[in-house]
């Protein structure tokens, strides 16, 4: 099992940057794929990134594609999301995921969850 806690969210106007931060817990840090996840007011929760067990395989929504950066620092168990050119439409809870299985950067069948954090662009 892993424990997540998302940090980093806040409130920014639109074209500025935001980094957040997800520590795991566990000792099996590199045998889970992580993802980022948001959730707007009144929208389904909709995939965001994702990266493999080792940190050589990303995949990204539409989207965010060209503007936001997953990565992961397995030594200090933490996986990010740099976020660049923020827009208002990426208002939203962000929640970090987890799940067995580190070849792939999974899309789905995430069932670890961080708590998430606030992220609101202003225009």
């Known amino acids: 099992q892993v424990q997540l806690g998302e940090s980093g969210g806040g409130l920014v106007q639109a074209g500025d940057s935001l980094r957040l931060s997800c520590a795991a817990s566990?000792?099996?840090?590199?045998?889970?794929?992580m993802a980022w996840f948001r959730q707007a007011p009144g929208k389904e929760r909709e995939f965001v990134a994702a990266?493999?067990?080792?940190?050589?395989?990303?995949r990204y929504s539409d989207s965010v594609k060209g503007r936001f950066t997953i990565s992961r620092d397995n030594a200090e168990n933490t996986v990010y999301l740099q976020m660049n050119s923020l827009k208002p439409e990426d208002t939203a809870v962000y929640y970090c995921a987890a799940r067995w299985g580190g070849v792939y950067a999974y899309t789905g069948g995430y069932n670890y969850w961080g708590q998430g954090t606030q992220v609101t662009v202003s225009s």
């Open positions: 566990g000792r099996t840090f590199t045998n889970y794929a």
């Open positions: 990266i493999n067990g080792s940190g050589g395989g990303t």
